[in-house]
């Protein structure tokens, strides 16, 4: 149980354009989804936490109005990278959990490549 | 504020030998602990955890971690490592207590065990 999936795996984009980013929570409600980045052999850096019905909240340092978060249902959030550049090239991972064990479940990563 | 300690970046060992992948942790208020593994080019999956209870936690794939309250730390272990446990190991933690309606994981730096033949 507990799976997440993410859609795309892999996507290549111009600079200029939106890429969407969608996490999933397959078996399971998720009140909660988080977003994270992780640069190359780096550890995850949460961009933003994102809740049911309500307004995502960012990290300090993260633009909200670059990295647009919808979370619509229980199984669904989307994180849209808007007018992106190539440096937001990177690895995008979401999970979702939290509850009274406060397991995270992560999913797949999508890999961005901005040219 | 709440930091987690990765105390070795890359840990190399040979098959069949034991492992210890070391973390230390800071925090003001009680937490949850847990470790995760992360393969090339995936997300992180969930080795153990340790919410209460008994200080010695198994997990999946004979991976195993003590709770040290005193020692504030969480070092993960396994008593035979094989090629297939190549692969990056984070430990991280979740401080108990704050309003909001979530806790955020914070995470260590990471671990790269590298099992060699």
Excluded at chain 1, 61 to 85: C, M, P, Q, R, Y
Excluded at chain 2, 21 to 41: A, G
Excluded at chain 2, 63 to 84: D, G
Aim: charge should be neutral; glycine fraction near 8%.
């Amino acid at each position: 149980g507990a799976v997440v999936s993410q859609h795309p795996s892999r996507v290549i984009c111009k600079s200029g354009t939106s890429v969407k980013i969608e996490c999933r929570s397959l078996d399971f409600q998720a009140t909660t989804m988080f977003w994270y980045r992780q640069f190359p052999k780096k550890s995850l850096m949460l961009m933003a936490t994102s809740n049911e019905g309500s307004k995502a909240t960012y990290e300090q340092g993260v633009e909200k109005d670059k990295f647009l978060i919808n979370h619509a249902s229980l199984t669904l959030s989307t994180l849209t990278v808007t007018s992106a550049h190539p440096e937001d090239s990177s690895f995008y991972i979401c999970s979702a959990g939290g509850g009274p064990e406060e397991t995270q479940y992560f999913g797949p990563g999508t890999r961005l490549l901005v040219l | 504020a709440q930091s987690v300690t990765q105390l070795d970046s890359q840990v190399p060992v040979f098959e069949e030998a034991p492992v210890e992948l070391r973390c230390n942790y800071s925090s003001s208020v009680s937490v949850y602990l847990f470790w995760y593994v992360q393969y090339p080019n995936q997300g992180l999956q969930l080795l153990l955890k340790y919410l209460s209870g008994s200080t010695l936690v198994k997990g999946i794939n004979g991976f195993e971690a003590e709770f040290n309250k005193s020692q504030t730390s969480f070092h993960l272990r396994k008593p035979s490592v094989h090629i297939s446990d190549t692969a990056e190991y984070f430990c991280a933690v979740i401080p108990l207590g704050f309003s909001g309606g979530y806790n955020k994981l914070i995470f260590g730096a990471g671990t790269r065990l590298a099992v060699h033949p």
